[in-house]
C-alpha cells in the first residue's frame, strides 16, 4: 500500500482506505476500483492523495525520474542540491520538493531566479567593505523620516476608509475604486484572469465587486499599486521585474495553499505573499552597498540571506517589511504575518505566516524570479507539522502555479509601470 498524488492516480488501482475530500465528507469507500469517473470525482473535489493497494509513492517517483534522460537529470541533481541547504535532505518535505525541482529542471522548465551582478563581489570588494564597514546601522530611520516611503497613496487612504466602516456598501466600494480607472482596469482584467477561472466575463467593476466580494477586491486592490511604488531601484542593484516575480509567484502559492486550508478570503494570502520581502526593496534602496555585501557572505557561506542581514543590520528584511506596513496603517495584520514569514511559529496568526512560509520555499525552489536569495529557505518543521499538509500538495501546487504565473504576473507588473500617487 502507498499514498499516490492525484495526479498518479490511475484507472484500475484499488482503494486502500476510505477517500474523503477536504472538509472530511466520504466520497469513496476502501476497495473501490478507480475508474475513470472515479478519477473526475477526485479532482473534482480537490482530492490530494489517496492510499491504494500495492505500489507505493516511492516507486511512482522513482520510475518518474528514470523515465527521465540521466545525463539531464544526473545535471538537474547537481544544481538542484546545491540549492538546498545538506539537512533538509532528512525531511520527507523538502525531499519531494528537491525531487520536483531535478524532474522540472530536466524537463527544462524555465528557471530564471539566479541573480545578475548583484551579489557576486570580488574578495577584493568585501576586504574594502569590510574595511570601511558603517557601524550602528538603522534601516527604520528610512522608514520613519522618508515621507515618500511612510506614505501610502489617497487612493489606499480611501479604499482602507471605506472597509474599515461596517456599513460600507458594495456601492461605496465602487466608488472609490472608480475614481482610480487605471486600478479599475487592472482590477476587472485580474478578475477575469487565470487568477479566478470564472467561465464568463465580468465587464463592470459593480459585478466584479459582487461576485469576488468587498473585501477580496479591497485586499486585491491595496496590493495592486504597491508595486509601482519601489520603481526608482537601478536595474543594476536589483533586477525588479525578477523581484516582483518572485513576489507574485509566492502570493499564488499562498493563496493555493490558503484554499487547501479552506481559508476564506485568499485574496488576502496572495497579497501577503505579494508584500511578504518588501522590506528588501527597503534596504536595496536606502543601504545598497551593505544589502549587496550581505546577499554576498549569504551566498558564500550557504547561509539564508535573512540571516546575513540580522548580522548586518540587527534585523532583517521581514521585520523591516513589517514595520513599512505598520506606517501604511494595513489593515487585517497583514504586518504580522509579513513579519513573520521566516519564523512563522512567532506570529500571531499561525496558520497564515506557516503558509506564507511555505509558499516562499516553494516560489524559491521553483526558481522563478529572485529577491536575492541564493539558496532555498529552510523550512520550519513544527510549522509544517502544524499546518498539517502533505508533500503531494508541493507538485498540485507547482502545476496550477505555473497555469496562472504569466497571466497573473501581467497583470501586477508592467514595464511602463508607473506610480499611481494623486
Ligand atoms: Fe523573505
Ligand atoms: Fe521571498
Not at 53 to 69: F, Q, T
Not at 71 to 88: M, P
Not at 232 to 258: D, Q, T, Y
Amino acid at each position: 500500500m502507498g499514498v499516490l498524488s492525484v495526479k498518479d492516480l490511475q484507472a484500475n488501482m484499488v482503494l486502500a482506505e476510505d477517500l474523503k475530500d477536504r472538509s472530511g465528507r466520504l466520497l469513496m469507500t476502501k476497495g473501490t476500483v478507480l475508474t475513470e469517473k472515479y478519477l473526475k470525482i477526485c479532482r473534482m473535489w480537490g482530492v490530494i492523495e489517496a492510499h491504494v493497494e500495492g505500489i507505493s509513492s516511492d516507486e511512482i517517483n522513482v520510475s518518474a525520474l528514470i523515465d527521465r534522460d540521466s545525463v539531464k537529470i544526473a545535471a538537474a541533481k547537481e544544481a538542484v542540491h546545491k540549492r538546498f541547504f545538506d539537512d533538509e535532505a532528512d525531511h520527507p518535505a523538502t525531499r519531494e520538493l528537491a525531487r520536483l525541482c531535478i524532474l522540472r529542471m530536466a524537463e527544462g522548465k524555465k528557471n530564471d531566479g539566479d541573480h545578475g551582478a548583484e551579489g557576486r563581489w570580488t574578495e577584493k570588494e568585501i576586504v574594502a567593505f569590510e574595511k570601511e564597514k558603517p557601524l550602528n546601522i538603522n534601516p527604520v530611520t528610512f522608514i520613519n523620516e522618508d515621507t515618500k516611503l511612510s506614505t501610502l497613496p489617497d487612493i489606499y487612504r480611501h479604499i482602507l476608509d471605506a472597509i474599515s466602516k461596517p456599513n460600507s456598501s458594495a456601492y461605496d466600494i465602487e466608488n472609490v475604486i472608480s475614481k482610480d480607472t487605471n486600478l479599475a482596469a487592472r482590477l476587472l482584467k485580474i478578475v477575469n484572469s487565470a487568477f479566478y477561472g470564472y467561465p464568463s466575463r465580468i465587464d463592470t467593476l459593480s459585478r466584479a465587486v459582487n461576485i469576488v466580494g468587498i473585501k477580496q477586491l479591497s485586499t486585491l486592490a491595496i496590493g495592486v499599486n504597491v508595486i509601482c511604488m519601489f520603481n526608482n531601484i537601478p536595474p543594476e542593484i536589483v533586477n525588479m521585474k525578477m523581484f516582483w516575480k518572485h513576489s507574485v509567484l509566492c502570493g499564488i502559492c499562498a493563496r493555493i495553499l490558503a484554499g487547501y486550508k479552506n481559508i476564506q478570503n485568499t485574496e488576502r494570502m496572495f497579497v501577503i505573499g505579494l508584500l511578504h520581502d518588501i522590506g528588501r526593496l527597503v534596504l536595496y534602496n536606502y543601504l545598497t552597498r551593505e544589502s549587496l555585501y550581505a546577499v554576498t557572505t549569504a551566498r558564500n557561506n550557504r547561509q539564508p540571506l535573512y540571516l546575513a542581514e540580522r548580522d548586518l543590520f540587527g534585523l532583517d528584511h521581514a521585520a523591516i517589511g513589517g514595520l513599512l506596513l505598520t506606517k501604511w496603517q494595513m489593515p487585517m495584520s497583514l504586518e504580522d504575518t509579513v513579519q513573520n514569514h521566516h519564523s512563522p511559529l512567532k506570529a500571531n496568526n499561525r496558520v497564515e505566516s506557516s503558509i506564507a512560509h511555505i509558499a516562499d520555499i516553494i516560489a524559491n525552489a521553483m526558481g522563478i524570479g529572485t529577491s536575492g536569495e541564493t539558496h532555498v529557505p529552510q523550512m520550519n518543521r513544527e510549522a509544517w507539522t502544524q499546518l498539517g499538509l502533505t508533500p503531494n500538495i508541493f507538485s498540485l501546487t507547482m502545476e496550477q502555479a505555473d497555469r496562472q504565473l504569466e497571466d497573473v504576473f501581467e497583470l501586477f507588473y508592467a514595464d511602463d509601470r508607473s506610480p499611481q500617487r494623486k
